[in-house]
């Protein structure tokens, strides 16, 4: 059922192919098997959006900054949640705040997730006869075989144990009920997942291994208060008219001689290492 | 013809929707709330390129708000001080 609805999804053949292109690269010209170049490919994936998270970053600090007066808000208006979202987006148009939410990043994994579901499903009858190597992951399991056979539910399991952690990073802002929701859900979710091809279960467990280790960066660099308002300096002040005669050369020196201001850069400064060699990534 | 648009987004209303938090967009109302009233105002065609056009305005660059599907046409935006607050 689920592969009918899929199969409405043609328009995405580009991407299917593009996808493919990059697997097949990695595989020929890097030399991962293809197990390791899924991985590859998802860590490839998640490293063009690592300015989109940056951004989510910054605007989280941001949103922290005001946390007590939208605390504020959502107890004031706690039984009529229309009303809350809308006083919220007043509070963030006044406050000239960008919420760090957004569907786009969300939305946008769907359909390479949907294209890697097809490449891997005809993937023993093209791909494999035309460039071989091996489908084997670990030792384990076959990369285009459904979930449920050989080792597959212990990756099921990893997997469900992976989508817990990512969810409880993504859900930090949540509270109670909701949040056990999301918690709850992966398990839920189970049935279906087991027909799909291990190759997918291996991309979705990566992505959400990178979301955890993202997490876990974003808190060590939460902590950090909120910088004063940046106003820029590059303000053209021949926009404005002259407000009186001996104002103006004032003002005008004052913003010919911003610029020349400008700090020369030196040599990059060098920051220890840390002896204990300790480090974040995994 | 506009069953099939609203039939779609409640499939993903209860997918992959169930997986985001609720909070997860930045306008009012959600994406996926506002692909409803749009399909709804304005029939599959027009409903459906609204839609995509407010989830890909939904991105961490833009600063959200409230913007109701009953008010998207195409063309030229009306200036800030028109709009309804």
Redesign the interface.
């Given at each position: 059922m689920i592969a009918q609805?899929l199969a409405f999804t043609n328009p995405l053949r580009p991407l299917e192919h593009f996808l493919e292109r990059i697997l097949i690269w990695l595989h020929e010209s890097v030399g991962f098997s293809w197990a390791w170049s899924i991985v590859a490919l998802t860590v490839l994936v998640r490293i063009v959006l690592v300015p989109?998270t940056v951004?989510?970053i910054h605007?989280m600090q941001n949103l922290q900054a005001h946390a007590p007066e939208m605390k504020a808000l959502q107890q004031k208006w706690k039984h009529d949640k229309q009303r809350q979202?809308?006083e919220?987006?007043?509070f963030?148009?006044e406050n000239?705040i960008?919420?760090?939410?957004?569907?786009?990043?969300?939305?946008l994994q769907?359909p390479i997730f949907i294209s890697l579901f097809y490449v891997l499903r005809h993937f023993k009858a093209t791909t494999l006869v035309e460039y071989g190597g091996s489908v084997d992951w670990l030792h384990l399991v076959d990369i285009t075989e459904p979930v449920k056979d050989g080792w597959g539910p212990l990756l099921l399991v990893i997997y469900v144990a992976s989508q817990l952690s990512s969810?409880y990073f993504?859900?930090t802002?949540?509270q109670g009920a909701?949040?056990i929701?999301?918690m709850v859900?992966p398990v839920l979710f189970v049935p279906f997942i087991i027909n799909f091809p291990v190759g997918l279960m291996v991309y979705w467990l990566t992505t959400n291994l990178w979301t955890t280790g993202q997490g876990l960066v974003t808190r060590r660099l939460m902590p950090k208060p909120e910088p004063p308002d940046k106003r820029s300096s590059r303000t053209p002040a021949k926009d404005e008219p002259p407000a009186s005669g001996n104002g103006s050369p004032a003002a005008s020196a004052k913003t010919a001689a911003a610029p020349t201001r400008k700090p020369v850069a030196g040599p990059p400064k060098r920051r220890k290492r840390n002896p204990g060699g300790g480090s974040t990534k995994r | 013809m506009k069953v099939i648009g609203i039939g779609l987004v409640q499939?993903w209303r209860h997918t992959?929707g169930?997986?985001?938090?609720?909070?997860?967009?930045?306008?009012?109302?959600?994406?996926s709330q506002y692909a409803l009233d749009a399909f709804r105002a304005h029939g599959l065609f027009k409903g459906c390129i609204f839609a995509c056009w407010r989830?890909?305005r939904?991105?961490?660059?833009?600063?959200?708000?409230?913007d109701r599907a009953e008010d998207a046409h195409f063309g030229r935006r009306r200036p800030e001080t028109e709009r309804p607050?």
């Open positions: 609805i989109v951004k989510q605007s979202n809308e919220l987006m007043k963030y148009r000239k960008n919420p760090a939410a957004s569907c786009l990043p969300i939305v769907i969810s993504m859900s802002t949540m909701q949040r929701l999301l859900l | 499939v992959f169930l997986l985001t938090p609720a909070g997860t967009c930045k306008y009012h109302p959600s994406c989830i890909l939904c991105n961490p660059w833009s600063h959200g708000g409230i607050a």
